[in-house]
């Protein structure tokens, strides 16, 4: 893939025109409520993409099309089409006590309905958490730049790619604040639509011209093989015969990455956290012209969230169909230090051999079954290495010297495609694994944990845009545009946000409360350079497979920590008014730390199923603590300020088509509906 002349002009037009659009059409914020929420004066067509563009970042574009790569496949559209069920809820039930209240940020909230400390303990857990998601968000964007530039012949380090993902959504979220945001995500949001669209459509032209291509043959083993396609079969037939066993979007109870019991409850409880209760999402809506604006808004974001799965979980499936071997290559590089490690942590290994600066004919005929540690001197010696075998895994020597043996630890993988693509080394590893966890035993020792992966998946997004994308017409800058769009929003988003709870919920309300409007706004523009630095600076340490093979997973897991407790608080206090203050307290600190007990006593428990146990257990203690200790009278929600609180009948009708909608999807593509 190349960048040419029409491609670069594409590319910078794109970004300037955001930048440039963002900071015009907010050069006149001069109160906190005009930097943090545009005023109150957003209308739903700019509510709707701007939650669409807030969401859908490289975490879904990488991330996303990662897992459909994997063998969960469409199963994991159901982030999306639950979240159409969701936003719809949140519209008509959620939506009005907030807008009633007043309020700028969502631990405000709990202030309102319970105490202060409620809502201190929220937000600093909330800019936590937004730690991450910065960091993890930057990373997928990086990963994206770093996978093409290489496809280009150039070395792009994750750390350069992430400064320049963290300056740009620096700029205008510091110049502009939420107004920015706003109407950067209408161009934005339109064209990482219109740039997901373009790769399904040149993804299904390719697979129509391959003569074989790889598939995952049952989703419980993760078995692939290569299948050599007929001639005269088309794209679509070709596409659905491949891919039959991964169009379910109910996955084995056992399944560790979104099992079918996840979506009795786990998985509601992060999609009505996320679209209901967090700042980086329900700033847009809290920036609502009139509560009829904010739901139009939200019901058309719940549409095109029913489209979102088309043009990013489908292309990921046809990514492995295409270049299962071009992610099995991009993995060596991940897999190179844990082999090492496993190498020099069982010497008496029969399958790994370590050769030094081995010559290009020596790594060309290396047979497949066992592998090769190419330890080479230095980075020039480095890339000339151009190694096409999985089998050989490239790697500096001062890397190599640096991993040591580790006492006790276990060598395994999250990666189904694992035992069948490397058979031989999985039944020895399994050996090793045994001998090791009785030695451990019998030693009182702790294991440790190293992991292996078969595939690269989280670079599906990045190989359809490196080979399929027609070259020197303009396409490939303008989709690259796109999706750097996508990341840069979503990175605003969060900065804005995170900005915005630090200085309304920290600054304000403990160390300057009487700090005047233009030096919250100063506070907030200072709090956005420091949490672009952040996701700069922790952006590259998220490379790394033994934290985990999906970038999507990282986010959804560590949010965990929090999301539970904070819907079940939410949803306890809206509902049952006499719960007191205490209730909301101890519901956020029950759930932060069972969550972090659960991820360490049973890890082997799928995070999604340990967020419905934390929920139900947040609202059972608050229950007892209600009985125990109810409020002599129920809490009124009492209307601050002036906005229209009407709401609107023609949303609704359109909420309950959009609801309608998405259980016909999910009929469909079931083992009832799917075609034999």
Not at 19 to 31: A, P
Not at 208 to 236: C, M, Q, R, W, Y
Not at 293 to 302: N, P, R
Request: aromatic share 12%.
């Amino acid at each position: 893939m190349q960048f040419n002349v029409f491609d670069i002009v594409i590319f910078f037009m794109f970004i300037f025109s955001v930048v440039t659009v963002g900071i015009l059409k907010s050069r006149k914020e001069k109160t906190g409520e005009d930097y943090f929420l545009a005023g109150r004066g957003l209308t739903w067509w700019l509510i709707g993409f701007s939650l669409i563009a807030a969401n859908i970042s490289t975490e879904q574009f990488v991330g996303m099309s990662g897992n459909a790569a994997s063998h969960v496949g469409l199963a994991i559209a159901s982030y999306e089409w639950m979240a159409a069920i969701t936003l719809v809820i949140v519209a008509f039930g959620f939506l009005p006590y907030f807008l009633r209240a007043g309020i700028f940020t969502m631990p405000e909230f709990l202030e309102y309905r319970y105490n202060g400390t409620a809502r201190t303990i929220m937000a600093a857990a909330t800019i936590f958490i937004y730690m991450l998601l910065l960091g993890s968000v930057t990373y997928s964007g990086a990963l994206t730049i770093r996978t093409l530039a290489g496809q280009m012949g150039y070395n792009v380090t994750l750390a350069s790619a992430s400064l320049v993902i963290g300056v740009v959504a620096m700029l205008y979220v510091a110049a502009g604040g939420l107004k920015a945001c706003a109407w950067a995500d209408l161009i934005q949001g339109s064209a990482l639509i219109l740039g997901g669209a373009v790769i399904m459509i040149f993804a299904f032209v390719k697979l129509g011209g391959a003569s074989e291509a790889a598939h995952i043959v049952n989703v419980d083993t993760g078995a692939v093989a290569i299948k050599e396609l007929a001639p005269d079969t088309g794209a679509f037939e070709r596409f659905w015969d491949l891919n039959r066993v991964r169009m379910n979007m109910f996955l084995p109870k056992t399944d560790h990455i979104l099992p079918w019991t996840a979506l009795l409850l786990g998985l509601w409880i992060p999609n009505f956290y996320y679209w209901g209760l967090n700042q980086y999402i329900t700033q847009r809506t809290l920036g609502s012209a009139s509560l009829r604006q904010g739901q139009k808004g939200i019901v058309f974001a719940a549409f095109l969230k029913l489209i979102i799965p088309f043009v990013i979980v489908v292309p990921g499936i046809i990514a492995f169909n295409l270049f299962a071997g071009n992610m099995q290559r991009e993995a060596i590089y991940d897999n190179a230090k844990v082999m090492t490690r496993y190498l020099k942590s069982n010497p008496e290994t029969q399958l790994v051999d370590v050769k030094f600066a081995p010559s290009e004919e020596a790594v060309a005929d290396w047979e497949p079954g066992r592998f090769m540690i190419a330890v080479y001197e230095n980075d020039q010696a480095l890339k000339l290495v151009r190694t096409r075998n999985p089998y050989v895994l490239p790697l500096l020597k001062s890397e190599y010297d640096a991993q040591g043996a580790t006492p006790y630890a276990l060598f395994k993988t999250e990666d189904k495609a694992w035992e069948s693509v490397f058979p031989a080394l999985a039944r020895e590893v399994d050996a090793y694994n045994a001998r090791t966890t009785d030695a451990a035993l019998a030693a009182g020792r702790a294991t440790a944990i190293e992991k292996f992966i078969a595939y690269k998946y989280d670079t599906a997004m990045a190989q359809l845009l490196g080979n399929v994308l027609p070259q020197g017409v303009g396409v490939v800058g303008f989709v690259i545009a796109a999706l750097l769009g996508a990341v840069v929003s979503s990175l605003a988003a969060m900065l804005n946000a995170s900005s915005t709870i630090f200085t309304m919920d920290i600054y304000k309300k403990y160390l300057s409360p009487g700090a005047s409007q233009k030096g919250l706004v100063l506070i907030g523009r200072i709090c956005v350079v420091i949490f672009a630095f952040v996701a700069v600076m922790l952006a590259p340490r998220l490379g790394d497979p033994k934290i985990s093979n999906s970038i999507f997973t990282i986010i959804q897991e560590g949010q965990g920590f929090i999301s539970p407790g904070i819907l079940a608080v939410f949803a306890f206090g809206l509902i049952v008014r006499k719960a007191p203050p205490m209730a909301g307290v101890v519901g956020l600190l029950t759930n932060i730390v069972v969550y972090g007990v659960l991820k360490l006593a049973v890890p082997q428990v799928q995070f999604l199923n340990r967020m419905a146990f934390c929920f139900a257990l947040c609202i059972g203690v608050m229950g007892l603590i209600t009985a125990l200790k109810p409020l002599p009278k129920p809490v009124e929600f009492k209307q601050k300020g002036t906005l229209n609180l009407e709401s609107s009948k023609g949303a609704r009708i359109a909420g309950f088509v959009v609801v309608a909608l998405t259980l016909i999807l999910y009929l469909l593509f079931s083992p009832l509906g799917l075609v034999k």
